[in-house]
């Protein structure tokens, strides 16, 4: 197709504004002769045909492409493609989608949701010209080096300091993009666990295993002396668990951080908030309980910085949270940082002195979670739903 004749933009993204009040599962009552003729192959059926499959498909194309990360889960809420939204009333898929972003509805409404339907169009219209259906990003950053003298692009920074304010207390918090095993010279780095307190596999990739992992004692040719955090960790479970049975969620059990100590981080704080489901290799996950465990995870740390000065050593000033829940335990990005941010913008509006830090390792994680720190007077509080 020649660029005459693409589809208009602007009358695009009015059908998929349509669709998006209505749902795919309205599709054959809807007059959508742009997406219609954009779904058409050449030599099937008569012109004015519908193609109702047809354009349901090429919309899953066009959102498939976006790439990922909050923008597409997003979209996939909003026009009822995600798993089991198909049927979902278009407020409930508004409500869906505003909580992928850490918003209100009515926020959403006026500001993220023509942006993620206008790339949705953007993407129709990319397929509709024949071009590859990438990502923006990924699209720029190919033709940034499709000719020999492009400028490479910059790497993302892997570090970001954020202004935040909380009951009238403003300060900042560092957002790290990368591995827990690269943490330098944090006091205390928070871990997620399930109420059972068995770490994972130290071969696995989740912040758990990694510190596990990044703990162990190895001799100079790698083989493992002692794995210190998941010993320190059996014996706090021996000393306060009943022995076979689960701690409540949102228990907290310290331990040292084993050969992480090299790399200035001196505690582990393991956060039992993943209650595993019978019969399955899933977890739930309850905000109100990682708000709980955030909130333990504050009274531990004044508890230990008073021991700390009865023996002369220096307090644990700095804290390190990833985005609790969110991985196999269920939760989004935006409803996982919701209920760790309750606790934490409660000690901060008390006069809590701490440096904050949180941590990702997705891009497009760290965007959200920058855009959630950077409006905290107005921190998300919506609880999760469908």
Not at 43 to 57: D, I, K, L, M, T
Not at 226 to 238: F, G, K, P, Y
Not at 327 to 339: E, I, K
Not at 357 to 366: G, S
Request: proline residues 9%.
């Amino acid at each position: 197709m020649s660029p005459t004749q693409l589809p208009d933009h602007g009358a695009v993204l009015a059908e998929v504004r349509e669709v998006r009040r209505a749902g795919i599962v309205r599709l054959r009552e809807l007059r959508l002769p742009v997406l219609t003729g954009m779904s058409a192959s050449p030599g099937e059926g008569s012109p004015g045909e519908p193609r109702f499959p047809a354009v349901e498909r090429l919309l899953r194309t066009a959102v498939a492409a976006i790439g990922g990360g909050t923008l597409q889960e997003a979209a996939e809420f909003s026009l009822g493609l995600a798993q089991g939204t198909r049927d979902w009333p278009p407020a409930d898929r508004r409500r869906r989608a505003a909580q992928v972003y850490g918003v209100s509805v009515e926020r959403f409404r006026k500001n993220q949701e023509l942006m993620v339907l206008g790339q949705v169009a953007e993407q129709l219209v990319r397929l509709a010209s024949g071009a590859p259906a990438l990502p923006p990003a990924t699209d720029a950053a190919a033709s940034a080096t499709s000719e020999p003298s492009a400028r490479p692009r910059p790497l993302a920074p892997s570090h970001h300091r954020i202004p935040v304010r909380a009951g009238g207390h403003g300060g900042h918090v560092t957002l790290h993009v990368h591995a827990v095993d690269l943490l330098r010279d944090i006091d205390v780095v928070v871990s997620p666990s399930n109420i059972h307190l068995a770490l994972p596999e130290p071969y696995k990739s989740s912040v758990a295993a990694s510190l596990r992992r990044a703990g162990a004692v190895r001799d100079p040719a790698g083989r493992l002396v002692e794995d210190s955090v998941r010993d320190e960790l059996r014996a706090w479970s021996d000393r306060f668990a009943a022995p076979g049975l689960s701690v409540a969620p949102g228990t907290v059990a310290p331990t040292g951080a084993g050969a992480l100590a090299w790399q200035g981080i001196r505690r582990i704080f393991h956060a039992a908030v993943a209650v595993p489901r019978p019969g399955t290799n899933d977890y739930d996950v309850q905000p109100a309980d990682v708000t709980r465990a955030v909130t333990r995870v504050f009274a531990l740390l004044a508890e230990e910085n008073g021991r700390s000065a009865d023996a002369g050593l220096p307090p644990l000033r700095s804290l390190c949270l990833p985005l609790l829940g969110a991985g196999r335990g269920g939760l989004t990005p935006a409803v996982s940082f919701a209920a760790v941010w309750a606790a934490v913008e409660a000690e901060l509006a008390r006069g809590g002195d701490w440096d904050l830090h949180f941590l990702v390792r997705r891009p497009e994680r760290a965007l959200l979670v920058a855009e959630l720190l950077a409006s905290t007077d107005g921190a998300p509080t919506e609880e999760p739903g469908p």
